[in-house]
């Protein structure tokens, strides 16, 4: 009941400022050039339907591998500074100069290395997001509670197994938390690559339309493109209530 009065008042001011763009559109209270009426973006949608769909599996193509490499590199590499305190002294504070430096100012050199633009945008959006995954999962793994490391031991578990029965599970909270920071990013540097070099795509969609001037075009792929983003964030955070259902609320 509390989630589905929580979801109520949100859809309630979502609906708010749909009207309120409304009235402000139709009233001519808002540059009619930047700020298309509601009927415009409805009528550019429809007729972009099948060039939507195209480009929302071409976002897909690439930021789904991106997803499950930055992952599988984030916990292959947290797991082992996470209980290696030697290596994490060494390794941490150069993984963390690499940490800052934002990866758009790579995007010149990848794209002059890297043999295609798809290898490039892959690059590009991992190395912006494996970094706040895997500092959760160092920190994640630091500071599990040492009697489940006890207990453990006292099961004499070891190895794959006690990552996948233990570390991974008590350190999960920290690592999800990590994840969904990382999945924002994902979609900030998808939009990025696309704008600046894909065909398709939903941010080329977008870039594409903005050069031509046609907003009302721009507008309906803008929220087709978050409407697609919201529905991926929830869909984690609905699976990540499932994994975490073992913690207190």
Same mark, same amino acid.
């Given at each position: ?23 402000? +559109?139709?009233?001519?209270?808002? !540059? ?7 009927? @415009? ?13 195209? !480009? ?27 209980? !290696? ?53 160092? +920190? ?12 453990? @031991? ?25 994840? $969904? ?44 493109? $978050?409407?697609?983003?919201?529905? $991926? ?13 073992? +913690?207190?609320?």
């Amino acid at each position: 009941m509390k989630r589905l009065t929580l979801n109520l008042i949100s859809a309630l001011i979502i609906l708010g400022l749909g009207i309120l763009y409304y009235y402000a +559109t139709e009233n001519n209270l808002v !540059n009619p050039f930047l700020f298309p009426k509601v009927s @415009a973006i409805i009528k550019a949608f429809h007729k972009n339907e099948d060039v939507m769909l195209l !480009n929302l599996f071409s976002s897909l193509g690439m930021m789904i591998p991106s997803i499950l490499i930055s992952l599988t590199i984030a916990l292959s590499v947290g797991i082992i500074l996470g209980r !290696n305190a030697i290596l994490r002294d060494i390794l941490h504070p150069i993984i963390y100069i690499f940490s800052v430096i934002p990866s758009i100012l790579l995007s010149p050199f990848v794209l002059m290395i890297a043999p295609d633009f798809w290898t490039a945008s892959v690059f590009l959006i991992v190395y912006g997001t494996v970094w706040s995954t895997l500092f959760a999962t160092i +920190t994640g793994i630091m500071t599990i509670d040492k009697r489940y490391l006890d207990k453990a @031991a006292t099961l004499e578990l070891k190895g794959l197994k006690k990552i996948t029965k233990v570390i991974l599970p008590a350190a999960s909270p920290s690592i999800l938390a990590g994840f $969904v920071n990382s999945l924002r990013n994902t979609f900030v540097m998808l939009v990025y690559a696309e704008m600046y070099g894909s065909r398709y795509g939903m941010g080329f969609f977008v870039k594409k339309y903005t050069d031509f001037s046609l907003y009302d075009h721009a507008w309906g792929g803008f929220l087709f493109m $978050v409407l697609i983003l919201v529905i $991926v964030m929830q869909s984690f955070d609905r699976l990540k209530e499932y994994l975490l259902r073992w +913690t207190i609320d």
